[in-house]
């Protein structure tokens, strides 16, 4: 009679400790990497789509409303016609078709728990989608390394008038189904500019769309969201080329792409080009119908806001690149009173060294801070 009662209640008490743990580790928490002005929010969420989303608006709930809301805010203040709510609605009815529902489906979790309006963040998130705006991204690979290793660089050059730069946010996802991905983004932006998956691939790009084209068609994807649907299902730079053949992308973006897995290790430079009769243009390792041509050199792609300074430290260091040299690279070609973001990624050790510009100052005048993605994977 007695064991009968015990075993009911031992059970349970396992049972109840089992969920608690299984609830807390389903949370996700927030850490930092940096000291002082350098320091930079990383968030490690795991689960559903929905259920990341949801983690992140539960955990930075107040960041989130004041990130959109500036962003939003400063987009009207200087072009009220061009981001109005009507015109940003329109473009997210245009492009909702073409996203990820992974990816909506994080906004809505994310929308929920943080009582952010989702029309807040569907509206923030179309603003580079309609904007124009240049960077830089470089690749390096194989022996043109010091290391065998897959360097890339990828420069956001962008408006610091809308403070992205005050809410800096690396985030680590964990999916249920899909690969773990990082995305070096801003608060409540969960469209991705620059991130890695850990399948060693890495992702970049340079806008090249004018604002004398706008308004642009945007029936199709924008990379922002092909990133972080990439980010979820590539496991190579194969596995990258092959679905952007075959995707409907809008535009005029460079896109940067590069591999640090050991069979499979290289990198592409790739033109998106929509408006014209050629929509894609590849280019690996030494083309000599690269756009840069004859600038070129093996085991390297490139395209900069300074070409000719990008391919003067090529040449420096070809054969003997490292996680410095690549730092001193993305210094370098960075633009001078609009550099928001640089990343400089060992896509081999899946590493990577980050710089947000601080208040109006430069992403490439402030210190690189190192993050290693395994630590947050264990």
Known sequence: MTRSIKLPVIILLIFSLFS??????????????????????VAVVQ???????????????????????????????????IYSNKQL?????????????????EMKGMAETS???????????????????????????????????????????FTMGAG????????????????????????????SHTGMNANHVVFGEKGESPMSEYPYNINGVHFSFLFRSLMYDAKSLDDVLNTIKNTTLIK????????????????????VSSPDSVKITIW?????NDNLAPNILPYSIYYSIDNEIAFKILNKYHGSFDEQSMIELSRAVASS??????????????????????????????????????????
């Open 89 to 105: 609605d329109l473009a997210w009815e245009a492009i909702s078709p073409y996203i990820d529902l992974r990816v909506i489906e």
């Open 20 to 41: 608690c743990n299984k609830s807390k580790k389903s949370e996700g928490f927030v850490t930092t990497v940096g000291t002082g002005t350098d320091k930079i929010k």
């Open 47 to 81: 689960g559903t789509p929905y259920e990341m989303g949801s983690q992140l608006g539960s955990l930075l709930k107040d960041e989130i409303d004041s990130c959109l809301f500036d962003f939003l805010s400063y987009a009207q203040e200087e072009a009220p016609d």
């Open 337 to 378: 009173g609009g550099n928001l973001l640089n990343v400089v990624y060992d896509a081999t050790t899946l590493e990577m060294w980050v710089a947000y510009a601080n208040d109006q100052e430069d992403a490439s005048k402030q210190s690189y801070i190192h993050l290693k993605m395994n630590d947050y994977l264990k």
């Open 252 to 271: 005029r973006y460079f896109l940067f792409f590069s591999d640090g897995n050991k069979e499979t290790q290289g990198a592409a430079k790739v033109l």
């Open 115 to 157: 009582g952010v309006a989702l029309e807040l963040i569907q509206r923030s998130h179309m603003i580079p989608v309609i904007s124009s705006y240049a960077c830089s991204g470089v690749a390096m690979w194989g022996e043109g390394t010091k290391n065998n290793h897959t360097y890339q660089i990828r420069n956001l050059d």
């Open 164 to 191: 992205l730069q005050d809410h800096p946010l690396i985030v680590l996802y964990i999916p249920d189904e899909g690969t773990p991905h990082v995305n070096v983004t801003f608060t409540g932006y969960v469209g």
């Open 284 to 288: 690996k390792d030494k083309n000599p």
